[in-house]
T-cell receptor
Framework: ETGVTQTPRHLVMGMTNKKSLKCEQHLGHNAMYWYKQSAKKPLELMFVYSLEERVENNSVPSRFSPECPNSSHLFLHLHTLQPEDSALYLC???????????????FGPGTRLTVL | GQNIDQPTEMTATEGAIVQINCTYQ??????LFWYQQHAGEAPTFLSY????GLEEKGRFSSFLSRSKGYSYLLLKELQMKDSASYLC?????????????FGAGTRLAVHP
């Protein structure tokens, strides 16, 4: 595997279910991110981790719970979601959190989530 | 506040040139990025500008004017595979880290 991978690619869940999204980066990066992408809306940053430490929680409801057990893996635990949470959830990684140079973020293909 | 504007949709002809504009208003500006996103796929990095001027990379070029809060992505010799969404993103370093703020994207359709 190369780059950033995400599983599952598609997920349908009821409002009372509990599920988890998984992200893995094979780039040796130290920073990882969760984004939400809704139709015709900008990507919204949800969480930022650096070396397994959460740096940013961008006012995300507690029904979304991130976990970063090591610098290569990032999870997003979901419980009691609402239909408006249906979206594409993208994971990204970058070398670190510095703002020097491009330090571009590399994205995974996303998980298409539908909440019924 | 922070605001990034780009056209919602554009169409162009194969072989032609298209310019996608992006205007922004943000504090803590520390660079502007363009990403390409094909339907159902991951956004992929195209370009990065932090100083005023033009950066050229093959068929794609990106321009930045910080004083005007303006950037454009120029695509030359368009190919059908260039049909995708193009995302403009500004890096805001007020929180001391690599935070990207995205526009809603421009969906480009290239037709024969």
């Amino acid at each position: 595997e190369t780059g950033v991978t995400q599983t599952p690619r598609h997920l349908v869940m009821g409002m009372t279910n509990k599920k988890s999204l998984k992200c893995e980066q094979h780039l040796g990066h130290n920073a990882m991110y969760w984004y939400k992408q809704s139709a015709k809306k900008p990507l919204e940053l949800m969480f930022v981790y650096s070396l397994e430490e959460r740096v940013e929680n961008n006012s995300v409801p507690s029904r979304f719970s991130p976990e970063c057990p090591n610098s290569s893996h990032l999870f997003l635990h979901l419980h009691t979601l609402q239909p408006e949470d249906s979206a594409l959830y993208l994971c990204a990684s970058s070398q670190d959190l510095s703002s020097g140079g491009a330090n571009e973020q590399f994205f995974g293909p996303g998980t298409r989530l539908t909440v019924l | 506040g922070q605001n990034i504007d780009q056209p919602t949709e554009m169409t162009a002809t194969e072989g032609a040139i298209v310019q996608i504009n992006c205007t922004y208003q943000t504090s803590g500006f520390n660079g502007l990025f363009w990403y390409q996103q094909h339907a159902g796929e991951a956004p992929t990095f195209l370009s990065y500008n932090v100083l005023d001027g033009l950066e050229e990379k093959g068929r794609f070029s990106s321009f930045l004017s910080r004083s005007k809060g303006y950037s454009y992505l120029l695509l030359k010799e368009l190919q059908m595979k260039d049909s995708a969404s193009y995302l403009c993103a500004v890096r805001d370093n007020r929180r001391g880290y690599n935070k990207l703020i995205f526009g809603a994207g421009t969906r480009l359709a290239v037709h024969p």
